[in-house]
Nanobody, 115 residues
């Protein structure tokens, strides 16, 4: 069974850092586009960052320069390093695996940055 398991979320003060991890099983990890989305209370889920099988990275403007996505194909894991965290970053962060028309989602991990 395909499974994406996120970890690393939690409570962090403004300006602090967290590293999220997403470990995949049940897929040929190396051929998938991987990424992170987030959903804040009362808002739609939105893309944060993606990384292709070849390592090409894309970020939304509001995390550019603060977040870094990476992948380790040997560990079947994608990471999101989050620095200079702000209260607006508070959300549930979801891992996504995508190949062709198929999307797979993790259960999410909560990131809270208080005001």
């Amino acid at each position: 069974q395909l499974q994406l398991v996120e970890s690393g979320g939690g409570l962090v003060q403004p300006g602090g850092s967290l590293r999220l991890s997403c470990e995949a099983s049940g897929i040929r990890f190396s051929i998938y586009l991987m990424g992170w989305y987030r959903q804040a209370p009362g808002k739609q889920r939105e893309v944060v960052a993606t990384i292709t099988k070849g390592g090409s990275k894309n970020y939304v403007d509001f995390v550019m320069g603060r977040f870094t996505i990476s992948r380790d194909n040997g560990k079947n894991t994608v990471y999101l390093q989050m620095n200079s965290l702000k209260p607006k970053d508070t959300a549930v962060y979801y891992c996504i695996a995508r190949f062709a028309a198929s999307d797979y989602w993790g259960q999410g991990t909560q990131v809270t940055v208080p005001s």
